[in-house]
């Protein structure tokens, strides 16, 4: 268990064992509110602890995707920001190529991370910005999300 690995005392793990057991929970959408069901994954959403929990479960993510990076015959200068559910690479590079190529292995790199792990990454939502002094930059950032497109599930069609 996560929780055991970074250290906190049996009480506080057995505290989240018991809190995360026999949960039930309703969705509601404008006036409708579903009829309450048992759910047993997942953290919930608003609590003041979804953000602390989710920091120890992605650590060792974090730590993993950081190693393989390190690990990569040619080093790629990037590194990654996790809030809750939201997260950004950050890549420093001059080339448009080396940049776009070290994109792809790092999002794939992280998206296989999270799968292992019971997660996915909404493709979909994924975004990149391309800074540039280029003439052209709009080309660049199309030519970026072509590149990222045919990760989204949905567009191949």
């Known amino acids: 268990m996560c929780l055991k690995k970074v250290g906190l005392n049996n009480s506080v793990v057995k505290f ?4 995360y057991s026999n949960r039930s929970t309703t969705y509601t959408w404008n006036s409708f509110t579903s009829l309450s069901f048992n759910t047993s994954v997942g953290v919930s959403q608003g609590s003041i ?3 602390i929990l989710s920091a120890i479960y992605m650590a060792s993510i974090i730590k993993t995707f950081k190693k393989r990076i390190k690990n990569l015959k040619e080093k790629i200068p990037i590194d990654i920001l996790f809030f809750v559910d939201d997260s950004l690479l950050i890549l420093q590079e001059k080339s448009y190529n080396l940049s776009s190529a070290f994109l792809f ?3 794939n790199i992280m998206s296989k991370l999270l799968l292992n792990a019971g997660l996915t990454m909404e493709h979909n939502k ?4 391309y ?3 280029a003439q052209n930059p ?3 950032s199309h030519q970026l999300e072509d590149l990222f497109s045919n990760l989204n599930p949905s567009s191949n069609t």
């Open 126 to 129: 994924f975004k990149v910005f």
């Open 16 to 19: 989240f064992n018991n809190y």
């Open 105 to 107: 292995c790092s999002y």
């Open 138 to 140: 709009s080309l660049i």
């Open 49 to 51: 602890l979804s953000p």
């Open 131 to 133: 800074f540039t002094r």
